[in-house]
């Protein structure tokens, strides 16, 4: 059982390039989440999808796409990277009963230059 | 939406000292309250939760605390070891989000 997996894990991009970060759960969970963590910022909602096929902005959603066409997978997409996108970005998947935590992957360290 | 403050920032404690950190939230449908430690290069990991309908629970040296009517929740870390420095992040659920709040540094000096 992986739980939640994100790929790749580090990846250095240059202004104005575009990536796709994988997000996949293995525990049947109906919401996903992308979030970006920097210092002294704590954990900030960029986007998130309560069911296949469907996505919603978050906190911080200017400058990324998301996409959920099947349940178990969660792509975030930076298609003109800027240097303020440097981040560290988690994605985690929950379950929709109420009392019921996230489950994080464990990060992706992007660097844009 | 909900808004979670979280205090303090850093925290440093004697190795055998409690530490507490505090968060408030605005949202009073907010019903699920996780807290979550994230260790150095690490993914946040939940280390103990509590659900609206309780006002305090324990695990070993953790517990946390919840006032309703204060929209406010506490972490308590009783007999602090140096494994247990790391950030800790408090969180209130609301419906399908998440709301988190900015994280304590916590410190335990041998």
């Known amino acids: 059982n992986a739980g939640v997996t994100q790929t790749p894990k580090f990846r250095v991009l240059k202004t104005g390039q575009s990536m796709t970060l994988l997000c996949a759960q293995d525990?049947?969970?109906?919401?996903m989440y992308w979030y970006r963590q920097d210092p002294g910022m704590g954990l900030r909602l960029i986007h998130y999808s309560v069911g296949e096929g469907t996505t919603a902005k978050g906190e911080v959603p200017d400058g990324y796409n998301v996409s959920r066409l099947k349940k178990q997978n969660f792509l975030l997409g930076l298609e003109s990277a800027a240097p303020s996108q440097t981040s560290v970005y988690f994605c985690a998947s929950s379950s929709a009963e109420i009392w019921v935590s996230l489950h994080f992957g464990n990060g992706t360290r992007l660097t844009v230059t | 939406g909900e808004n979670v403050e979280q205090h303090p920032s850093t925290l440093s404690v004697q190795e055998g000292d409690s530490a507490v950190i505090k968060c408030t939230y605005s949202d009073s449908a907010s019903n699920y309250f996780p807290w979550y430690k994230q260790e150095l290069g690490k993914r946040p990991q939940l280390i103990i939760d509590?659900?609206?309908?309780?006002g305090e629970k324990k695990d070993q040296r953790i517990a946390v605390t919840l006032n309703k009517t204060a929209k406010h929740f506490s972490l308590h870390i009783t007999e602090t070891q140096p494994e247990d420095s790391a950030v800790y992040f408090c969180a209130a659920r609301g419906g399908n989000q998440f709301y988190f709040g900015t994280g304590t540094s916590l410190t335990v000096i041998p």
């Open positions: 525990m049947n969970h109906e919401y």
């Open positions: 509590i659900r609206s309908n309780v």
